[in-house]
Nanobody
Framework: VQLVESGGGLVQAGGSLKLSCATSGFTFRTAAMAWFRQTLGKEREFVAAFRWNVWYSDSAKGRFTMSRDNAKNTVYLEMNNLESEDTAVYYC????????????????????WGQGTQVTVSS
């Protein structure tokens, strides 16, 4: 199983970035997928997830859009109107079955993780 994030970088506040997570090694279309983020010294924080529906954190609602392309085995996180508080390492996560995830917000339900991609928002 592999999850490879890309698309991070440095952007000014108010700008946009689109993250990608290319996956392989499992049946993508039945997997629950999620994005989490983490800053130094803090716990990993839920951002968005796809588990039959799309779920967002309060901070992501209205600014971020998660999508998936089953033909490419890839999930995306389009982030608009970025704020300095969005600065973090963003991780893609997968659970092999949507039935395995009792709570999309809980990182322990996801079995596989990517290496992360850094997003830095300058104010």
């Amino acid at each position: 199983v592999q999850l490879v994030e890309s698309g991070g970088g440095l952007v000014q506040a108010g700008g946009s970035l689109k993250l990608s997570c290319a996956t392989s090694g499992f049946t993508f279309r039945t997997a629950a997928m999620a994005w989490f983020r983490q800053t130094l010294g803090k716990e990993r924080e839920f951002v968005a997830a796809f588990r039959w529906n799309v779920w967002y954190s309060d901070s992501a609602k209205g600014r971020f859009t998660m999508s998936r392309d089953n033909a490419k085995n890839t999930v995306y996180l389009e982030m608009n109107n970025l704020e300095s508080e969005d600065t973090a390492v963003y991780y893609c996560a997968a659970a092999m079955s949507m039935f395995e995830v009792r709570s999309v917000y809980n990182s322990t339900y996801y079995n596989y993780w990517g290496q992360g991609t850094q997003v830095t928002v300058s104010s």
